[in-house]
């Protein structure tokens, strides 16, 4: 009995070996594209350089994500969230990554300098907009873009219809990455955050 499963299991590798990549692909992920369709995929793990790549069971081979076609993926079996937004009124798109969705949305980037360190960067929309504007931004843009005062101005007017946190905010003081993810999940949930 043994013999024969180790027999059907050496042939169930064999055959899935041979078969083609994209025969062999999980479609485990999805685009949703601008007009709002939602496609099951496979999108390859994001590469140091190059575009996200993505492939459906009906494509030959995988192709560039583009926000031409497509405003928002779900990766890695729906853990990683990437939408098309446009900060302070650009009109050049740029996929971020979706840490909280709701009344308010947060997104973060990841920027490098020019000497090789990376830091995140984490800009605020209303709701289903595409509009966002930047919250925290790392050290190494200070003279870049808007002040630290003006980012935690604008960040109090997006609270302000939700008086509780409002005053939360105003209260403490704080303008921490900590603190900020904790404010936006309190204004869309009612509860502190918790780290997971």
């Known amino acids: ?51 996200v790549k993505y492939q459906t069971p009906d494509m030959k081979k995988p192709e560039p994500i583009s926000s031409k076609y497509i405003k928002e993926y779900f990766a890695s079996g729906f853990t990683v969230d990437r939408k098309v937004v446009y900060v302070d009124s650009s009109k050049t798109p740029e996929f971020m990554r979706v840490l909280e969705k709701g009344k308010l949305s947060l997104y973060q980037i990841i920027v490098s300098s020019s000497n090789g360190t990376s830091a995140k ?11 966002v504007i930047s ?38 003081k704080k303008f921490s990455y900590k603190q900020l993810r904790n404010l936006v999940h309190l204004y869309n949930t009612g509860q502190e955050f918790k780290e997971e």
């Open 1 to 51: 009995m043994t013999r024969i499963l180790f027999k059907l299991s050496f042939l169930t590798l064999f055959v899935y070996a041979a078969l083609p990549a994209s025969a062999q692909r999980r479609y485990f992920d999805m685009i949703i594209t601008v007009n709002g369709d939602s496609i099951k995929c496979s999108i390859d793990p994001e590469p140091l350089s190059g575009p």
């Open 121 to 131: 960067a984490w800009y605020a929309g209303k709701g289903n907009s595409d509009q």
């Open 135 to 172: 919250v925290k931004e790392p050290g190494l843009y200070i003279g870049i873009g808007k002040s630290r005062a003006e980012r935690k101005n604008n960040f109090g007017e997006m609270l302000k219809d939700n008086p509780g946190v409002y005053n939360k905010y105003i209260t403490e």
